[in-house]
């Protein structure tokens, strides 16, 4: 895959060594629901930035509501409040939008994230498997800013020439059950999911905290 590449991971993978990682950033999950904390999520945050890899975070919802969306959002920046916080160089929020949660709940979500730290950017990612695919791609077009969020990931297996003509920051085209295209594995990590960036370093910079 050309483009500047990255992964993203959970307690789901094991890193043995983080300084043996080749990739250019790396996204962990770092909260789920109301109370779910990954419980590798510390680990890999410190180890990221210990070895100057670009990191970020986000929060699996299961919100169906905004007013649901909003106290997951308060959770998912209480974990990140835990380490230290988001620092600069650190990629932005980011809200996994998948089965079990709805745009409703995305809507609340991000709007709680920017409410409660002004000036904020935030990061949909978003599947086949939360609308029919018939609709997925109508649906996001007539969404101004993707629920309120400001950059859009998205997760489309299959074709290699790219998610479509839709818009987008971020694709993840393959996972860690061998889903995509080659390949399926980071060097250091092993299988997981990878991504890839539309607009190399440069929009990557934009999705990072300043």
Sequence with gaps: MRGLTGCDISHWETVADWGAVET?????????????????????????????????????????????????????????????????????????????STPAGAVGFIAEVKRLKPGATVILYCSFSVIPQRTFWEFLKRKAKWCGGDFLWVARYGPATGPGLLRWHIWQWTDEKGQGVEPHETVGIGRCDQDVVHGGQAKLERMTVE
Excluded: N
């Design 24 to 100: 250019e950033f790396c996204i962990t999950k770092a909260s789920q629901g109301t109370e779910f904390v990954d419980p590798k999520f510390a680990e890999y945050w410190k180890g990221m930035k210990r070895v100057a890899l670009r990191r970020g975070s986000f929060h699996f919802l299961e919100a169906q509501t905004e007013s649901q969306g909003a106290v997951e959002a308060r959770h998912y920046l209480h974990v990140l409040d835990t380490v230290g916080g988001l620092k600069p160089g650190d990629l932005t929020y980011c809200c996994d939008m998948e089965s079990g």
